[in-house]
């Protein structure tokens, strides 16, 4: 799980220099909340299917303007 997050800070950090997600907050935090959200919609989705997570994208923009 280590080396997961921080592969995925990685590019968190690349997409950070890039403008593509704010820079106010470290990759490591942005990765740590990724890897918490994103296996319960893979599970919402096994579970209930793609209803249940279909607005999610849009969320997630959401949460940066």
Not at 10 to 29: I, K
């Amino acid at each position: 799980t280590a080396r997961l997050r921080a592969d995925l800070a990685t590019v968190v950090r690349e997409q950070q220099r890039g403008d593509e997600l704010p820079g106010g907050v470290s990759a490591e935090a942005v990765a740590t909340v990724m890897l918490s959200v994103v296996p319960g919609c893979m599970l919402q989705l096994a579970l209930t299917g793609p209803e249940a997570v279909s607005e999610a994208p849009r969320a997630v923009r959401a949460l940066w303007p």
